[in-house]
């Protein structure tokens, strides 16, 4: 258990849908990076927040957004979802914004239909 | 653009048989090189960071290697619940994200 939390563990939803996906960094961790892992393009960084503050941004859709709150937890928002949208979502936390070691969550595996 | 090549892209080994899985890379400026293993349907599990060439770390029976160009993942005498999909990953020049490569399976038979 790397102490980061994801939830849900699964979501099943429609195209043309909105969902939020929410995560829990570890005790004392002050970044959260968004991570989406499918069949074909493996994992892939989508967004980093540091105490609050974007600090970098990978290939993430315009249709996503996210947001660190001030008790460290982050949501990513999934909206105008699309087939190709089903994927594993990770969240990673670290305790600085730098060179730390990111440990992983459980993810949330969404499926649109 | 940073590069993190895997191979093999699957491995099949007896128990007890050690082998090798390979990690090279084409980066500006390493500042980490992470290999984390991950189980079907699970998040990665960090196992190792490397900073410099020549920097070797060992946990239970695997045992990581970085040089300028590539990192070899060293597993000995595995055993069935060494199975799973083992994932390197650098970070390098400014950016904070790491760059995955696309894994290796693993499956030990026994």
């Known amino acids: 258990d790397s102490g980061v939390t994801q939830t849900p563990k699964h979501l099943i939803t429609a195209t043309g849908q909105r969902v939020t996906l929410r995560c829990s960094p570890r005790?004392?961790?002050?970044?959260v990076y968004w991570y989406q892992q499918s069949l074909d393009q493996g994992l892939q960084f989508l967004i980093q927040?540091?105490?609050?503050?974007?600090?970098a941004k990978g290939n993430i859709l315009e249709r996503f957004s996210a947001q660190q709150f001030p008790d460290l937890h982050s949501e990513l928002n999934l909206s105008s979802l699309e087939l190709g949208d089903s994927a594993l979502y990770f969240c990673?936390?670290?305790?600085?914004?730098?060179?730390?070691?990111?440990?992983f969550g459980p993810g949330t595996r969404l499926l649109v239909l | 653009e940073d590069q993190v090549t895997q191979s093999p892209e699957a491995l099949r080994l007896q128990e007890g048989e050690s082998s090798s899985l390979n990690c090279s890379y084409t980066?500006?400026?390493?500042?980490?090189l992470f290999w984390y293993r991950q189980d079907p349907g699970k998040g990665p599990e960090f196992l190792f960071t490397?900073?410099?060439a020549g920097e070797e770390k060992e946990k239970e029976r695997l045992k990581a290697t970085l040089t300028k160009k590539e990192s070899f993942l060293h597993i000995t005498a595995p055993k069935p619940e060494d199975s799973a999909t083992y994932l390197c990953?650098?970070?390098?020049?400014?950016?904070?994200?790491?760059?995955f490569g696309s894994g290796t399976q693993l499956t030990v038979l026994p």
């Open positions: 990673a936390s670290s305790v600085g914004s730098g060179d730390e070691t990111q440990y």
């Open positions: 005790s004392g961790d002050l970044s």
């Open positions: 927040y540091y105490n609050g503050e974007e600090r």
């Open positions: 980066v500006s400026g390493l500042r980490g």
């Open positions: 490397l900073y410099s």
């Open positions: 990953a650098v970070q390098a020049g400014s950016a904070r994200q790491l760059t």
